[in-house]
């Protein structure tokens, strides 16, 4: 039984000292690691691993389902997504696709910086853009298709014009919580160099609130895929020019399924290259590099 | 300090024209629920090559003062000249090194960080890198010239912060509590470092700490603040106690009678 008072005193112990190993006749300090560990360390590896996986499920369910009306094989959407590459329809509409989607999203992020700037300059701005993104966000993209349709006609500018829609609030959003969580020292640091206005905002505010801005680019850039391909398929054709959407409804309109999914393939690829790769390595040569986001 | 630089830095006060000068400074500053005066009616003066430490508990405005003299706020009443200059805004002329290591820019390597405030007042290329190689040297990171300020430890980001002011010569360096947030060892070590820079420069310096021992290592003169608000409560000499007189009778009676100030009185443990 511990029976011991709370106020009792440790032991005196006798003092020691000891010494020390040089840590050069320690041996390996630091040792390589195993192939296996380096491979399941590396993300492409354990991601690929992933889209294995599913297109084996997709494939037996495929099979099991044998239904190539409703539910087709991963190897027959394979197959369309070959032959419709092959032919140059997939990379012809994909091309139109982007086109306008590239138009869209960069129109999108300057007026997003403009607003962004404004806000962060003056008290009005900020009440205006948070009126604003608070009016606007939560409209979805697709519900001003009709308007713009009024307003720009059946083209390219009615869908432009939702693309922007879509990718502005969010991207404004975002670089202005960014720009709010800049710290206090950082920014009396850039005053204390002579920073001010524009050279203050692109001197420290931007750089400072990269992180944020970088996530708003890449939801900006989910919405405004999203939109515009949902945009194609509602009235895809405009002066002869579909876009990917456009395919996919077409393919469904013959029931040609195999090829619907080949280009919801599509969407999904570019969707992924863009996240994974384009995305990646701006991350890579910013804010990870920065130590603003661990790897 | 050594007994030479004591005879150079001798000339009568009274001729010299000070560098900084305080005068009946009282600032205030606006929380969501009160204006809280921070400083009442405050005044010293700076002179060119002090080092001038302002001392006190939390609470009596110090950094408050110290961000006042940067620019970074308008005394309610009084007035802060610089080379006879009111301050009226933040400038590349008073440099300043905060207490939180995230004062440098993360985007940009030590060499940058330290190049970046004269690129941008004009300095050119060549010459800014040059400086900034100068000053990286004279804190001991020349190794890390290439790193970027994640990589470094808290102190070493503090010496990168001390060189990136430095680079600058500025009149004067502000520094607020620079080092409160490293670990005693490596503070020692940077208080040791810093006078080392002193001597080997010369700039005036303006360093505020809670710390009355590091008030007397590193100050050649400390102003006492009483809290609540901040007051002058008395301006003392310790421009001849360093690192070496730590354990001299001087340096213990001097810390005593700050302590006795601070505390009115009241015994404390020692």
Not at chain 1, 119 to 143: E, H, K, Q, Y
Not at chain 2, 82 to 99: A, Y
Not at chain 2, 187 to 204: A, H, N, P, S
Request: charged share 15%; proline share 5%.
């Amino acid at each position: 039984m511990m029976n011991a008072s709370p106020r009792m005193t440790p032991p005196v112990r006798p003092e020691i000292e000891f010494d020390v190993t040089p840590p050069a006749e320690l041996g390996d300090v630091a040792k390589p690691l195993s192939m296996l560990e380096k491979l399941t360390e590396n993300t492409a590896v354990r991601r690929g691993l992933i889209l294995v996986v599913i297109a084996l499920v997709w494939e037996a369910y495929g099979r099991w389902l044998n239904s190539p009306l409703t539910f087709p094989t991963f190897l027959d959407t394979l197959e369309a997504l070959r032959d419709g590459i092959a032919s140059g329809v997939i990379p012809q509409r994909l091309s139109v696709t982007l086109q306008t989607l590239v138009v869209g999203y960069f129109i999108g992020l300057i007026v997003a910086a403009v607003l962004t700037t404004v806000a962060v300059t003056s008290r009005i701005g900020t009440d205006l853009l948070s009126t604003f993104t608070a009016m606007f966000n939560p409209l979805p993209a697709i519900a001003l298709l009709p308007l713009a349709l009024l307003w720009f006609g059946l083209g390219r500018p009615s869908l432009i014009f939702v693309i922007v829609h879509s990718v502005l609030w969010a991207v404004a959003l975002n670089m202005h919580s960014g720009f709010l969580s800049v710290s206090e020292t950082l920014r009396m640091a850039g005053r204390t160099f002579g920073l001010k206005g524009l050279r203050f905002v692109f001197g420290i505010l931007i750089p400072a609130a990269f992180p944020a801005i970088l996530a708003g680019l890449k939801i900006g850039w989910a919405f405004a895929w999203r939109t515009l391909i949902a945009a194609e398929l509602v009235f895809g054709v405009s002066s002869g020019q579909g876009g990917l959407g456009w395919y996919i409804f077409e393919n469904r309109n013959t029931l040609d399924t195999a090829a619907v999914f080949a280009g919801l393939l599509t969407v999904m690829a570019v969707g992924l290259l863009v996240e994974a790769v384009i995305f990646r390595i701006i991350e890579a040569k910013t804010v990870r590099r920065w130590g603003m986001q661990r790897g | 300090m050594s007994q030479a630089l004591d005879a150079q830095a001798a000339p009568d006060a009274q001729t010299l024209k000070p560098l900084v000068s305080v005068e009946g400074v009282t600032l205030q500053y606006k929380t969501p629920d009160h204006l809280v005066t921070a400083t009442y009616r405050v005044s010293f003066e700076i002179f060119q090559r002090e080092r001038l430490v302002l001392l006190g508990p939390s609470g009596c405005g110090k950094s408050t003062l110290l961000k006042a003299i940067a620019g970074f706020l308008q005394p309610v009443e009084g007035v802060i000249t610089l080379k006879d200059r009111v301050v009226s805004g933040p400038g590349p002329d008073r440099m300043m090194v905060f207490q939180e290591f995230d004062q440098l820019l993360p985007w940009k390597s030590v060499c940058a960080n330290v190049a970046y405030p004269m690129l941008v007042n004009g300095v050119g290329k060549a010459e800014a890198n040059e400086r900034a190689l100068e000053a990286l040297a004279k804190v001991n990171l020349t190794k890390f010239v290439d790193a970027f300020p994640h990589m470094l430890s808290g102190g070493m980001k503090q010496r990168v912060a001390i060189a990136r002011a430095m680079a600058m010569k500025p009149d004067v360096l502000l520094m607020d509590e620079p080092y409160a947030a490293l670990d005693a060892l490596t503070r020692r070590k940077m208080q040791d470092e810093l006078l080392q820079l002193w001597e080997d420069i010369g700039f005036t310096l303006v360093f505020v700490t809670h710390s009355i021992e590091e008030a007397v290592v590193v100050g050649s003169r400390v102003v006492v603040l009483s809290p609540h608000p901040g007051q002058v409560r008395a301006e003392l000499n310790c421009h001849e106690l360093g690192f070496g007189q730590r354990d001299s009778v001087e340096f213990g009676r001097l810390t005593n009678r700050i302590s006795h100030m601070l505390f009115d009185g009241q015994s404390i443990a020692h």
